[in-house]
């Protein structure tokens, strides 16, 4: 069983940035496709970014494109998100996922991904 650990979540001003970070355990040597969503107040479920198992390919979605940068250090488990110029419509649950398969192409939804962090809170304030 995959267990994932998200931390680096805070509050901060437009404009500011911020790296949030998750740890897996339970993977395989070389890990399956991992990535974030985010979860609006009151809102829907959005993708946001993920990253292939040997950490060659990204995707992000086109709100965050040039902004955040998404990166594996599979020797750590880790998977993190650098946030750049964050803007109030950032603010959200953001939601470390992890797939078995190492490969990403086309895992936007839900059931893309078959294991789940507790999330991590993004507060940015204009």
């Known amino acids: 069983q995959v267990h994932l650990m998200e931390s680096g979540g805070g509050s901060v001003q437009a404009g500011g940035s911020l790296r949030l970070s998750c740890v897996a355990s339970g993977y395989t040597d070389t890990g399956g496709c991992m990535g974030w969503f985010r979860q609006f107040p009151e809102q829907g479920l959005e993708w946001v970014s993920r990253v292939s198992g040997g950490g060659e390919t990204t995707y992000y979605t086109g709100s965050v494109k040039g902004r955040f940068t998404i990166s594996r250090d599979n020797s750590k488990n880790t998977v993190y998100l650098q946030m750049n110029n964050l803007k109030p419509e950032d603010t959200a649950l953001y939601y470390c996922?992890?797939?078995?398969?190492?490969?990403?192409?086309?895992?936007?939804?839900?059931?893309?991904?078959?294991?789940w962090g507790q999330g991590t809170q993004v507060t940015v304030s204009s």
């Open positions: 996922v992890a797939a078995s398969a190492s490969w990403c192409a086309g895992r936007t939804g839900r059931a893309d991904f078959d294991f």
